[in-house]
């Protein structure tokens, strides 16, 4: 196979994986939004209401996150912060993980994250959205709208390696070796 024709082959499929994209959000906010209760999680302040997160939004964009003895969902919450003024503009934004408040507070600081964190340990918040496999914590995001006095999931997705959540899988898949054994460390 030539070069040009290899290249043409690599932008047509680019451009596919971007029409697929688009295609995925759009299927799922047609999906009917799920209404959900008022989930209890706990801050560093004491309990908090799913509610009380919007800050003034319409919408809430919540990550599950596998706390801190996960390097793979800590690169994840690595790359929030440069995100996050532009999330906080568009929806309110928070990571729950099954860690205590003070453990989040501490980590959190040890990686100079800027962005809330609530706890989801003794709530049935994180099975309830399907981000637990038996007793353990999986990661993804899930999206959220309130309407009134009622708050609706609109959206979920799962992440892992490859997701279009962390662009750490896409620039390392670019080197000459791909992404190899390479995987993510708390320490480099």
Known sequence: MSSKTLARKIRKL?????RHH??????????????????????????VKLSALFDG???????????????Y?????DG????????????AFVVVSPDPPKVQQAF????????????G???AFTADMGFMDGRDPLPGVSTFRRKGKKTYRIAS??????????????????????VGDWAPKFRY
Request: overall charge positive; charged content about 25%.
């Open 14 to 18: 680019e451009a596919r994986l971007v």
């Open 22 to 47: 688009r295609k995925l959000g759009e299927l799922k906010r047609r999906h009917p939004p799920e209404p959900v209760e008022d989930y209890t999680l706990a801050g560093p302040g004491g309990p």
């Open 57 to 71: 939004h319409r919408d809430l964009i919540i990550v599950h996150n596998m706390g801190r003895r996960c390097p």
């Open 73 to 77: 969902c800590t690169m994840w919450a």
């Open 80 to 91: 929030y912060n440069g995100l996050l003024p532009h999330l906080e503009n568009r929806a």
């Open 108 to 119: 959190a600081l040890s990686r100079g994250w800027k962005f809330r964190m609530l706890s």
């Open 121 to 123: 340990r003794g709530s």
């Open 157 to 178: 997705a799962p992440f892992g390696p490859y997701d279009p959540f962390c662009a750490t899988w896409h620039f390392c898949d670019l080197l000459s070796g791909g």
